[in-house]
């Protein structure tokens, strides 16, 4: 392992270098960038850094110089199962073969899925389907809009909700511009954003009630809908005892709808979402991701006097590939594997080994470190205190917490380990996953911290 020493605000830290062969995905980059932005076509990539997947299969990845990787990305989160499970897989060719790919018409499968989603999810009277979690967030928004007649969108600062221009807001803000707690101020997260698009949106500190409910008090015949994430798994925030419940509760009190994103949440923690398992009263939610097991497909869901207003009522849904057979049977037969006894119990034990496992060596070195999160979604935040709001995270960062992830990332893919790049994150173990692969992540987790406690203290 080659590192090297820096310092940054007086602080010493450290630097893993990569040490695995990328030599052939470093040349394609090079050829990709002729092509695409940053060689990424689909904007998903990193840098120069980067690697090019060659195939995936059930809990691994493998990179084009050949490079293997026990997965924790999951296709940024959609895979629950495994990579190119054969179950999914037969039901998609099944259907390809004996139905077709694409109709842009009705048919039964998209409405066998809808029936689906109102037997398992408590507010589901109806459904509408769409393509991806963007999608289906622009349509909840304009059918809280439609609905109230209001324009205003509160969201929380460091939620991601899509990439559309309404909703791409204050998600990873600097805070030097985004005013104090209880005054955020919005800041788009792209250029190309309309000025007129931000005084629409207000944006509120995660996990604060008292803040919510003045600022809804305040604007609540201004306000069309409050969106929300049960979790922020972009940076790995967990709600307080209650948060969410109060929240639905104010929400019902100042006659706002309700909307809760589960497109991360939905189907992963549990078939009725979080919704169901935590017993949230919603308007309107949004599911995606872990519903295919990688398939394309998003869905919006909600009580009858919002959804009632979708096409054929005046707010307009349309998709070219809404609906179609290929991801209908994708989600059904997922769907399928998830309701069989047990499955959920079995992937949340799998969570708990992994963050038990991780906390117990920190505690026997002694190191300001925790591992957390929720169900099979664990993340290994290098401070004591559990994030709870995105200045939290934002203070993490600043005293060298950026630098100690991205070291421990580099760490994690130099021993055949794939979590994803970023500032923290949120790694996603599926049923795929073996008891080996977790002990591995454990074992190679733990050479990590035992080679540099000293820094981590």
């Not at 989160?77 to 990579?83: D, F, Q, T, Y």
């Not at 949120?426 to 050479?447: E, F, G, M, P, W």
Request: hydrophobic share 35%.
């Amino acid at each position: 392992m080659v590192k090297s020493c820096v310092y940054l605000w007086g602080i010493s830290l450290f630097e893993v270098k990569m040490t695995i062969d990328l030599s052939k995905s470093k040349a394609y980059y090079e050829e990709a960038c002729r092509y695409a932005p940053g060689g990424s076509p689909d904007g998903k990539g990193w840098g120069p850094e980067q690697f090019y997947v060659a195939e995936a299969h059930g809990s691994q990845i493998q990179d084009i110089d050949g490079n293997r990787y026990i997965d924790y990305h999951a296709g940024a989160g959609p895979i629950i199962l495994g990579h190119s499970d054969q179950e999914v897989n037969r039901a998609v060719l099944d259907t390809i073969h004996d139905t077709g790919v694409q109709f842009a018409q009705p048919h039964r499968l998209e409405v066998e899925l809808t029936k689906k989603l109102q037997e398992l999810i408590p507010g589901a009277d109806k459904s509408a389907l769409c393509n991806a979690g963007t999608d289906a967030l622009q349509l909840a928004v304009r059918l809280a809009r439609t609905h109230t007649g209001r324009s205003k969108v509160v969201k929380f600062e460091g939620a991601y909700h899509g990439w559309s221009d309404g909703l791409a807001i204050s998600t990873n803000p600097d805070p030097d511009v985004a005013g104090t707690m209880s005054d955020l101020q919005a800041v788009p997260d792209t250029s190309g954003t309309l000025p007129s698009i931000l005084q629409d949106t207000i944006v509120i500190p995660y996990n604060d009630l008292d803040i919510a409910s003045e600022r809804l008090e305040k604007e609540k015949h201004n306000i069309a809908c409050v969106i929300v994430e049960p979790i922020i798994h972009g940076h790995g925030i967990l709600p307080k005892d209650g948060f969410l419940q109060g929240l639905s509760e104010l929400c019902r009190s100042c006659n706002i709808p309700f909307v809760l994103d589960e497109i991360i949440t939905g189907f992963r923690h549990d078939l009725g979402g979080l919704q169901r398992k935590w017993n949230i009263d919603v308007d309107l939610a949004v599911y995606g991701k872990a519903m295919a097991n990688g398939y394309v497909v998003s869905a919006i869901t909600g009580k009858n006097n919002l959804m009632d207003h979708l096409t054929p009522g005046p707010a307009f849904l349309s998709g070219t590939y809404n609906g179609n057979p290929v991801s209908a049977a994708a989600s059904l037969k997922t769907i399928e594997v998830l309701e069989r006894p047990g499955f959920y119990d079995r992937l949340y034990a799998k969570g708990a080994f992994i963050r038990e496992e991780i906390n117990r060596i920190i505690n026997e070195l002694g190191i300001d470190a925790v591992a957390y999160g929720y169900g099979s979604v664990w993340a290994l935040y290098f401070d004591k205190i559990i994030p709870s709001n995105y200045r939290d995270i934002i203070r993490f960062l600043r005293d060298g917490g950026k630098e100690k992830y991205t070291s421990y990332f580099r760490f994690m893919l130099n021993n055949g380990i794939f979590i994803p790049p970023g500032r923290v994150a949120r790694n996603y173990i599926y049923a795929a996953h073996s008891d080996d692969d977790l002990q591995k992540t454990v074992d190679v987790t733990a050479r990590f911290l035992r080679e540099f406690q000293s820094s981590l203290r």
